[in-house]
Structure formats: C-alpha cells, structure tokens
C-alpha cells in the first residue's frame, strides 16, 4: 500500500502549510501538477499563506498552478497588485490568449481585463484584441483603463480600422466610457488622419457630459494642423479657453507649426508673441519651428535674428535647427557660410544626422560637385550613419548629371545591394545621362549587369527603363527593353504597353503602335484610371496624339467604364472651364474623342 494512501493530501499540504511545514511535501508537489493547484484550491481563504507557500516553492512553477494562484488573489482586492504582476509575467512567457487557456480566465471578473491591459502594454495589439473578442463573446465588459490601453495599443500599431470596431463594440458592451477612453481613440484618429470621425467624437463626449481635457484638445490640434485645416486647429484652440483649459507648450508649438507649414510666418510670428503673453516659456521646439518656417519661406535673417534669441535665453540649438539654416544656405549656393556652421557644429559637438548629410550630398551633387559630395559620404559613413534610399538618389543624380555614367552605375548597384528600391526618376537620371554621351545602348547593359551582381532586375527596372526611352523618343531602343524584358520570362504590364504605343504613335511607327495594343488586347489587358492619369499627365500638352491613341485604345476594348467615366468628365470640364478648381492651371485631359462621341 502506498504510504499516502488513505491520506486527503491537499488538507495534510494545508495544514503542513499553516505551520510552515511543507517542505517534506515538495517533492509530491513537483511531482503532481494537479495536487498544487487542489492545495491552492484549500488555501483561498488564506491568500498571503498561499501567495507565502507558492513563492518558497523551488521554480519553474507549473501554469495551472500559477493560473490558480491569480484566481485566487483576484478574490482579494489587497492582493490585487500581486495578481496583475503574477499574470503580465506570465503573459510574457505563455501564449495566454490561446483558445486552449484563454477560457479558464474569463470566470474571475477581474482576471480578463488585467490580461487585456497586460497584452496591450506589452505592444501585442493582436493578442489583446483577441483577448476582447472573447470577453464580448462572454458578454464581459472590460474596465476603462484596459480598454484605453487596448485603444493606445492599436494606435501605435497603426491598426485604425480593428481600433474603430473596438471601440464601437466597447459602447455595446457596456463599458464606463470616460475622457481617457475617448482620448485613445482620438490619438487613432490622428494617426488615421480621419478628422471627421474625430471631431464626432468630441460632439459624442459633449452630449454625453464627458469632459474634454488638455490631451483631448492638442490631439484634435494636432490633427487638424496634419491636415492643413489651420482654421480649425485654431478654434479648437479658442475653446480651449472658452472651456477653462490652459494652452500649454505642446499647444502653442503645434499652432506655430501649422502656421510655419503653411509659410504664414506673420501669424506663426504674432502666435509666438501671444504664447510669451500667456506666460508660456517657449523651448527649442518653438525656437527651431520658427527657423525652418523662416528659411522655408526664404527669410534667413530673420532665422538667424531668432536663433539669437534662442541663445541669449541661454538655449542651444539642436541639429534640427542647424539643418534647416544648411539646407537653405546650400540652396542659396553660400557654401562658405554651410562651412561655417559645419565648424560650429563641431566646436559644440552637435553630430551631424542623415538630414545634414544628404543635403551637402544633394547640394553638392547638383552643382555637379562630385568630390565634395563623396567626401561627404566618406565623412558619414566614418561617423556610423548607413547611407539610406536619399543619399544614393542624390548620389546617383549627381554622376549621371556631371556624365560619370560608371560612378553612377556603380552608386545603383550599391543602393539595390542595400535593399533600397530605385524609382522612376533613379532611372531617368542615368537614361537621361547615357544619351548625353550618345551613348543610349548602354541602357540595354544595365538588367545584365544588375544579374552579375546577383540582383535580378525586377520589373519594374525595364518598365521604368522603357518609360524613359519612350519619353526621349528613343522608340526602337524602348522595344529591345522590352524584348529583353520578356525573353528574361518578364511579363509587362498595362502602364509599358500603353507608353511604348503612344511614343510609336508619336513617332509615326503606325503599324508597330497597332502591333503593341494589340498585344495588350491579347493579353486582356486595359487601361485603369491611374495608368489615364499617369498618361494625361505626362503628355498633357501633346492633345492631338493623345486623342488618337484613345481612338486605337478604345477600337480594341482597352477603356474599362471607369476610364470612360474620366473622360466623360473631362470633356464637360473642358466646355465649362468653371468647372476646374479656381487658381490652379488644369492638366490637358482629353474629353471623348470626336469619333466616338
């Protein structure tokens, strides 16, 4: 017979327990699972014993039992603290929003909102929305603060849409929706841009007697301003104190922001003067706003007269500051002053960035300064900073410019090997260079020598290859891209087809433009309202042979009805010229053709 038989072992543990006495017992306990948790079971009127009795156990510790430890705490509201500590733990290293675990936690009426507010915290927005599927599906409702940080979580993910149905089950499910609640899902709204949904909420809070708080009024500000809807920003701002709300820092540096934006430096000047009225210290924030509104617009005076300023408060400027004076420096060709605050910057061992960088890179590439510009690069790479996709297209423009077409191949290279995609400009640059040189069938080398460097061209390479050729008039070299392309086992898509027949038509290949759209109609391709646009824009001011490119494209079956229906607007833009928006030079879009009309 065994030597426990007959023996209830929980009560004995239990009772051993109470008199610090279970040590004898270990080895059961960490033999038998299941005979922990029916000794935690007894123990629940005695929380701090069991809590005691759990931690003197040698780990690891089995998660039944440590499940068992947090149901039992939860009975407890001074032991609350412990409990939410004991499952972020053991969140951390168990999948707790599994369907196999998940259930076992919803029966404690506290235990399913601290794992929500856990996985949220932790940055596992998924996690924790499954967490709240299963609480609404329990008809649980969980508490303001974890569905706030349920709301913050999808935020910072950048998962709008799930946040919005969140929140809207949140108010079916019952939850005590308060002011910080509905600041998560403002901060969503900024992050989602969706003013409009943003400023129904603040209606929804009024409505509902919840007030809004400084967090509340600087996200809507903050929205507003992202959007360029400065009017806006600024009557939230009234209200503000209409509400008894004070401006602080982040208030007034958005505002000035907005306006520094816009280039309205009078009223981002006179919001600076209010805000020093207010008795709000500006910091170096406001300071380096203002610069870069100031340098934007072309003031660079008034730039250095406040970084002045800035300085006698006894403030320093960052390098945000000094890359706002540079940029606008380099655009002005004073290179001589760049140089200066380049020492400057030294002396105060403020480091150089990215931004810096690439725009001494940029500068000196345009003015065709390629040495200097490679000096830079040398200087940055010393320093630690990788160069990114701006320092390789400033490099790149700056060779094919100055006709160093190998240099320029080689910075290509380099930025694919990188991971950096190049665009349509990248190539453009070099096309553009090689037909300089009259050198343009060197164009043809570029997929074979990409190969080499064992990066297979994508094909967006040869559509941006062949775009260029066919803008250049280069018609017969833009057709071996092509050929190329497709004996790669490459297929070309809509935008290719389209592009290459149009430069046919415009050179007077009648029949090779016949040829090309009917392959597209083969190929079941058509023209999408973007690839129209693309068109329009690009050969906006060629009306005629653009017109007739529509007649061949639509004899095939090429125009889908949402092409038609772009057309169709723009002829009756074209007889009603009120129609285009006021100030603004309209692109050449060809209404129906007159043949088909």
Same mark, same amino acid.
């Given at each position: 017979?065994?030597?426990?038989?007959?023996?209830?072992?929980?009560?004995?543990?239990?009772?051993?327990?109470?008199?610090?006495?279970?040590?004898?017992?270990?080895?059961?306990?960490?033999?038998?699972?299941?005979?922990?948790?029916?000794?935690?079971?007894?123990?629940?009127?005695?929380?701090?014993?069991?809590?005691?009795?759990?931690?003197?156990?040698?780990?690891?510790?089995?998660?039944?039992?440590?499940?068992?430890?947090?149901?039992?705490?939860?009975?407890?509201?001074?032991?609350?603290?412990?409990?939410?500590?004991?499952?972020?733990?053991?969140?951390?290293?168990?999948?707790?929003?599994?369907?196999?675990?998940?259930?076992?936690?919803?029966?404690?009426?506290?235990?399913?909102?601290? /794992?929500?507010?856990? $996985? !949220?915290?932790?940055?596992?927005?998924?996690? #924790?929305? *499954? @967490? +709240? &599927?299963? %609480?609404?599906? =329990?008809?649980?409702?969980?508490?303001?603060?974890?569905?706030?940080? /349920?709301?913050?979580? $999808? !935020?910072?993910?950048?998962?709008?849409?799930? #946040?919005? *149905? @969140? +929140? &809207?089950? %949140?108010?079916? =499910?019952?939850?005590?929706?308060?002011?910080?609640?509905?600041?998560?899902?403002?901060?969503?709204?900024?992050?989602?841009?969706?003013?409009?949904? #943003?400023?129904?909420?603040?209606?929804? %809070?009024?409505? =509902?007697?919840?007030?809004?708080?400084?967090?509340?009024?600087?996200?809507?500000?903050?929205?507003?301003?992202?959007?360029?809807?400065?009017?806006? #920003?600024?009557?939230?701002?009234?209200? %503000?104190?209409?509400?008894?709300?004070?401006?602080?820092?982040?208030?007034?540096?958005?505002?000035?922001?907005?306006?520094?934006?816009?280039?309205?430096?009078?009223?981002?000047?006179?919001?600076?003067?209010?805000?020093?009225?207010?008795?709000?210290?500006?910091?170096?924030?406001?300071?380096?706003?203002?610069?870069?509104?100031?340098?934007?617009?072309?003031?660079?005076?008034?730039?250095?007269?406040?970084?002045?300023?800035?300085?006698?408060?006894?403030?320093?400027?960052?390098?945000?500051?000094?890359?706002?004076?540079?940029?606008?420096?380099?655009?002005?060709?004073?290179?001589?002053?760049?140089?200066?605050?380049?020492?400057?910057?030294?002396?105060?061992?403020?480091?150089?960035?990215?931004?810096?960088?690439?725009?001494?890179?940029?500068?000196?590439?345009?003015?065709?300064?390629?040495?200097?510009?490679?000096?830079?690069?040398?200087?940055?790479?010393?320093?630690?900073?990788?160069?990114?996709?701006?320092?390789?297209?400033?490099?790149?423009?700056?060779?094919?410019?100055?006709?160093?077409?190998?240099?320029?191949?080689?910075?290509?290279?380099?930025?694919?090997?990188?991971?950096?995609?190049?665009?349509?400009?990248?190539?453009?640059?070099?096309?553009?260079?090689?037909?300089?040189?009259?050198?343009?069938?060197?164009?043809?080398?570029?997929?074979?020598?990409?190969?080499?460097?064992?990066?297979?061209?994508?094909?967006?390479?040869?559509?941006?290859?062949?775009?260029?050729?066919?803008?250049?008039?280069?018609?017969?070299?833009?057709?071996?891209?092509?050929?190329?392309?497709?004996?790669?086992?490459?297929?070309?898509?809509?935008?290719?087809?389209?592009?290459?027949?149009?430069?046919?038509?415009?050179?007077?290949?009648?029949?090779?433009?016949?040829?090309?759209?009917?392959?597209?109609?083969?190929?079941?391709?058509?023209?999408?309202?973007?690839?129209?646009?693309?068109?329009?824009?690009?050969?906006?001011?060629?009306?005629?042979?653009?017109?007739?490119?529509?007649?061949?494209?639509?004899?095939?079956?090429?125009?889908?009805?949402?092409?038609?229906?772009?057309?169709?607007?723009?002829?009756?833009?074209?007889?009603?010229?009120?129609?285009?928006?006021?100030?603004?030079?309209?692109?050449?879009?060809?209404?129906?053709?007159?043949?088909?009309?």
């Amino acid at each position: 017979m065994p030597p426990h038989a007959g023996v209830d072992l929980p009560r004995a543990i239990c009772a051993a327990v109470i008199k610090c006495s279970f040590k004898p017992h270990a080895h059961l306990l960490a033999a038998d699972p299941s005979l922990l948790a029916a000794v935690l079971g007894r123990l629940s009127p005695l929380p701090s014993a069991a809590l005691s009795f759990f931690r003197a156990l040698p780990p690891p510790h089995p998660l039944d039992a440590s499940l068992a430890l947090v149901r039992l705490l939860a009975a407890h509201p001074r032991h609350h603290p412990v409990a939410r500590s004991l499952l972020r733990d053991l969140s951390v290293r168990h999948p707790l929003s599994s369907p196999l675990i998940l259930p076992s936690l919803l029966a404690e009426p506290h235990v399913p909102s601290w /794992l929500l507010l856990a $996985l !949220a915290q932790g940055g596992r927005a998924g996690d #924790a929305v *499954r @967490v +709240f &599927d299963h %609480m609404r599906a =329990a008809r649980l409702a969980p508490d303001a603060h974890a569905c706030t940080a /349920l709301l913050t979580s $999808l !935020a910072r993910a950048r998962m709008t849409a799930t #946040a919005r *149905r @969140v +929140f &809207d089950e %949140m108010g079916l =499910a019952g939850v005590a929706m308060n002011t910080h609640v509905y600041n998560a899902m403002l901060h969503v709204c900024l992050k989602a841009g969706d003013a409009l949904r #943003a400023e129904a909420l603040m209606t929804k %809070m009024d409505a =509902a007697g919840i007030p809004l708080d400084l967090f509340s009024f600087n996200t809507a500000i903050a929205l507003y301003v992202r959007k360029g809807m400065q009017y806006e #920003a600024m009557c939230v701002r009234d209200r %503000m104190a209409n509400d008894g709300v004070e401006a602080d820092i982040v208030t007034w540096n958005t505002v000035i922001h907005g306006m520094c934006k816009e280039g309205r430096m009078k009223e981002a000047a006179q919001l600076h003067r209010d805000m020093v009225a207010a008795g709000v210290e500006p910091d170096t924030v406001t300071y380096t706003t203002l610069v870069d509104g100031y340098c934007r617009a072309g003031d660079v005076g008034e730039a250095m007269k406040l970084r002045g300023a800035m300085e006698a408060r006894g403030m320093l400027p960052g390098v945000a500051m000094y890359n706002a004076i540079i940029r606008k420096l380099c655009e002005d060709g004073e290179m001589k002053e760049v140089n200066g605050l380049l020492s400057e910057m030294d002396e105060r061992k403020v480091k150089a960035d990215h931004v810096t960088c690439n725009t001494l890179i940029n500068s000196y590439s345009k003015k065709g300064d390629m040495p200097s510009a490679c000096k830079v690069k040398t200087r940055m790479m010393e320093s630690g900073l990788q160069l990114d996709q701006f320092t390789y297209k400033a490099l790149i423009h700056g060779f094919s410019k100055a006709k160093q077409l190998d240099e320029a191949k080689e910075a290509l290279f380099e930025m694919m090997g990188a991971g950096f995609s190049p665009n349509y400009s990248v190539f453009s640059w070099l096309v553009d260079g090689f037909y300089k040189k009259n050198n343009a069938d060197a164009v043809l080398l570029l997929p074979d020598e990409l190969m080499k460097r064992g990066l297979p061209p994508h094909k967006s390479v040869y559509r941006s290859l062949i775009r260029r050729l066919c803008k250049k008039g280069l018609v017969d070299l833009a057709q071996k891209v092509l050929d190329q392309m497709q004996g790669k086992g490459l297929e070309a898509d809509c935008l290719v087809y389209a592009t290459l027949a149009y430069a046919q038509l415009t050179a007077g290949k009648l029949a090779a433009a016949s040829d090309t759209l009917n392959d597209m109609a083969k190929k079941q391709l058509s023209v999408t309202p973007q690839i129209y646009n693309c068109l329009c824009t690009s050969y906006g001011d060629e009306k005629e042979t653009l017109n007739m490119f529509w007649v061949h494209a639509i004899e095939r079956g090429l125009i889908g009805k949402s092409v038609y229906k772009l057309m169709h607007q723009a002829r009756l833009k074209s007889l009603n010229p009120a129609v285009e928006n006021e100030g603004h030079a309209p692109v050449s879009r060809p209404g129906l053709p007159a043949s088909v009309k």
